[in-house]
């Protein structure tokens, strides 16, 4: 699973509708359709991204840096 950052409104497979903005954690494939609509960028990361430029990741568990 990876956790991506919303560029546009998306509903996900189970009907729940997600804004812009958020963030999510989608699996290999549901992110690889995100990207080729454009609903997220290839930039996008959290927990587990590699952790360099403005998006990383500062949520639970982070190392404050």
Known sequence: MVYVKLESDWTDGNGVS????????????????????????????????????PDKWAGPGSSGV
């Open 18 to 53: 997600h804004s812009a903005g958020e963030s999510v954690d989608v699996d290999a494939a549901t992110l690889a359709t995100l990207q080729a609509e454009g609903i997220v960028s290839e930039q996008s990361h959290g927990p587990g991204g590699d952790g360099k430029g």
